[in-house]
C-alpha cells in the first residue's frame, strides 16, 4: 500500500472494515476500523509498502508489535493483535476516545499544580512499568499521549523504543537522533541510545510545559532548540508560575538535569516524590539559574520584533546616507 491507495471509509482491510484515517506519521497510516469478527472498533496502524522495503522502517514497525504484546497497564495503548493482508503487515490497537495531551495543553495550560501533577504521576506510573520491562519508550511527547474518558493518559507510538531485543537501526526517511526536539535530552541529541533516565528527562519537561504553558527551551530552529538542551540550564518553573512550589520545581528541576547521573535514578523514584511533595529536598534549586527579567525580556517575541524593526530603520538610515553622499 502507498500513501496513492491509503484505504477509503468502506474499504475492507482483511476481516476489518475501514471507518476514518485518523493520522498519517513519518511511515504508517492509522486508521479507525470496525473488527467483523469481534464486532469492536479498534485502530490500525498499516505501514506504508515503501517503508516496508527499509530493513530499518520495518524493524520500527516490529519492535512497536514486540512492546504491545509485552506491557499491559492503563497509561499505555492496548495491542490487540497483529496480522499480514496481502502481503502487507497490520497493527491493531485499543480504540481511545479522547484528545491528544497536545490538545489539552493547547487549551488549558498553565494547569493547576494539582492537576498537572495527577496527570504526570498517571504517566511515569505506566513508563515505569515500559521499563520493569526493560523498554524505553525515547519519543515521550505530549502527541503521543492519550487523555482518555476520565483524564486516563495512554501512552502510544513505540516505534522508537529501545527493548532488550532491539539492535541499532539508521533510518533512511528520519532524522539521525530519535526523539523530537523539545523533548529529547541531552545524551539523545549526542546520538547516545538513551536509557530509563532519558524518558525521565522527557516527563519532566512535559510536566515543566503543563505547569508553564511552554517548554524550558526554545528556538527558531530545532538545532537552536537542541543547543540549548546540551549547553543551557532549564530555568526555575516556579519563576515562571508563581503558583509553582519550589517542592515541584525541585522535582521539575531534576528531571531535567543535564547529565543523567544527576536525575531521578529511576522513574519509581520520581513517581515517590509526585506523592510525597512535602519531603522533596529542595537543595537543586540553588543550581538552576534563575534568569533576570531583562535577559527574560530579551528572549521574547516581542524583543525581536523590535529588534527586527530597528534593524530595518537602521538600514534605511544607512543606505540614505550612503546616497546622499554619492549624490
Request: charged content about 20%; overall charge neutral.
Amino acid at each position: 500500500m502507498s500513501r496513492t491507495t491509503m484505504l477509503q471509509i468502506g474499504d475492507q482491510f482483511d476481516h476489518f472494515q475501514i471507518q476514518a484515517h485518523i493520522a498519517q506519521g513519518g511511515m504508517s497510516d492509522i486508521y479507525r476500523a470496525f473488527d467483523m469478527l469481534t464486532s469492536k472498533e479498534v485502530v490500525l496502524k498499516i505501514p506504508d509498502k515503501l517503508s516496508i522495503g527499509d530493513p530499518a522502517q520495518y524493524e520500527r514497525f516490529q519492535r512497536e508489535l514486540e512492546v504491545m504484546r509485552t506491557l499491559q497497564h492503563p497509561a499505555i495503548l492496548k495491542g490487540l493483535g497483529s496480522g499480514k493482508f496481502n502481503s502487507t503487515p497490520y497493527l491493531v490497537t485499543e480504540l481511545i476516545e479522547g484528545e491528544s495531551m497536545r490538545e489539552l495543553i493547547a487549551r488549558l495550560a498553565p494547569l493547576p499544580s494539582a492537576e498537572a501533577v495527577s496527570l504526570i504521576r498517571k504517566i511515569a506510573d505506566g513508563i515505569a512499568h515500559c521499563h520493569d520491562h526493560q523498554i524505553i519508550h525515547r519519543d515521550l511527547k505530549p502527541e503521543n499521549i492519550l487523555i482518555a474518558a476520565g483524564g486516563q493518559p495512554v501512552v502510544l507510538d513505540f516505534g522508537l523504543a529501545l527493548t532488550k531485543k532491539a539492535f541499532r537501526v539508521t533510518y533512511a526517511n528520519l532524522s539521525s537522533t530519535a526523539g523530537t526536539p523539545d523533548y529529547m535530552a541531552p545524551e539523545q541529541i549526542e546520538g547516545q541510545r538513551g536509557d530509563v533516565r532519558t524518558d525521565i528527562y522527557a516527563v519532566g519537561t512535559m510536566l515543566f510545559e503543563l505547569l508553564a504553558g511552554r517548554t524550558p527551551f526554545s528556538g527558531d530552529t530545532n538545532l537552536a532548540v537542541m543547543a540549548q538542551h546540551l549547553k543551557g540550564s532549564a530555568p526555575r518553573v516556579d519563576k515562571i508560575q508563581s503558583s509553582v512550589s519550589p517542592q515541584l520545581a525541585a522535582v521539575v528541576a531534576r528531571c531535567l538535569q543535564r547529565e543523567p547521573e544527576d536525575r531521578y535514578k529511576d522513574m519509581h523514584a520520581l513517581v515517590h516524590d509526585l506523592d510525597n511533595l512535602d519531603q522533596v529536598d529542595v537543595s537543586i534549586l540553588d543550581k538552576v539559574s534563575t534568569p533576570s527579567p531583562l535577559k527574560a525580556f530579551l528572549r521574547t517575541p516581542v524583543f525581536k520584533t523590535i529588534g527586527s524593526t530597528l534593524m530595518l530603520i537602521l538600514v534605511i538610515i544607512v543606505l540614505a546616507f550612503v546616497l546622499k553622499s554619492i549624490h
